[in-house]
């Protein structure tokens, strides 16, 4: 049974504009959320986290935003760029457990 | 620095053959983790190694698979005899510290093809 799902497989934004992906998670002992993005042929790279206690983190042009009682996370990138397109996994880890546990993926085409 | 280093890159062996992964992590990383990813699936936890011990082996698969890391250092991980259902990339982690303030960092993987 999945704990962390990433419903979009796909999702294709112009150049420029905002993306948005989106995370739900089943398990609502996680209290530490990651993204990760990951090009073709090279193992996925950290991106940004978020704490429970924090409903919203910000690194540059990632936002990541958590709604607790919606179990839901969302990765924003804004605005898009043609080095964005790949694809991100969303991740989540119970009071620090290094299993971190990840949703299945989101590829990102960044359209020129 | 150099990352966490992953040989080989690609394996192909034959269904009942024996296949060993070898994970090079960041020097000075006593946490090292093996992940799985089966096609299109999610990214999944085999094991953790503190250092020599286990940590964690509660996501490998079943006894055909087994990972060592003697002297703390680099890992292996040895699929015998393999199955069809072992086919997938291989990623291999290492991080300074344990939990939430210390995120993983990947090699490259090893994609892992049995016929």
């Known amino acids: 049974d999945q704990q962390v799902k990433q419903n979009s497989p796909s999702l294709s934004v112009q150049e420029g504009r905002i993306s948005i992906l989106n995370c739900d998670y089943t398990?609502?002992?996680?209290?530490?959320f990651l993204w990760y993005k990951k090009y073709p042929a090279e193992g996925p790279t950290f991106l940004i986290s978020?704490?429970?206690?924090?409903d919203k983190n910000e690194d540059g042009r990632f936002t990541v935003f958590l709604n607790k009682s919606a179990k839901h996370l969302s990765l924003h990138i804004v605005p898009s760029q043609p080095g964005d397109s790949a694809v991100y996994f969303c991740?989540?880890?119970?009071?620090?457990?290094?299993?971190?546990?990840f949703g299945k993926g989101t590829r990102l085409h960044i359209l020129p | 620095e150099a990352g966490v280093t992953q040989f080989p890159s690609h394996s192909v062996i034959e269904k009942g053959q024996t296949v060993t992964l070898r994970c090079d992590p960041i020097?000075?990383?006593?946490?090292l983790y093996w992940y799985r990813r089966v096609m299109g699936k999610e990214i999944k936890f085999l094991l953790h190694?503190?250092?020599?011990?286990?940590?964690?082996e509660s996501g490998m698969p079943n006894n055909r698979f087994l990972a060592e890391r003697t002297g703390g250092t680099y890992s292996t991980l040895k699929v015998q005899p393999a199955e069809l259902e072992d086919s997938g990339v291989y990623f291999c982690?290492?991080?300074?510290?344990?939990?939430?303030?210390?995120?993983?960092?990947f090699g490259n993987g090893t994609r892992l093809t049995v016929t």
């Open positions: 398990n609502s002992m996680f209290d530490y």
């Open positions: 982690a290492s991080s300074q510290f344990t939990g939430a303030n210390s995120p993983l960092h």
């Open positions: 978020i704490s429970s206690i924090k």
């Open positions: 991740a989540a880890s119970v009071g620090g457990d290094d299993k971190i546990i």
């Open positions: 190694f503190v250092k020599e011990s286990k940590q964690d």
């Open positions: 020097s000075g990383h006593d946490n």
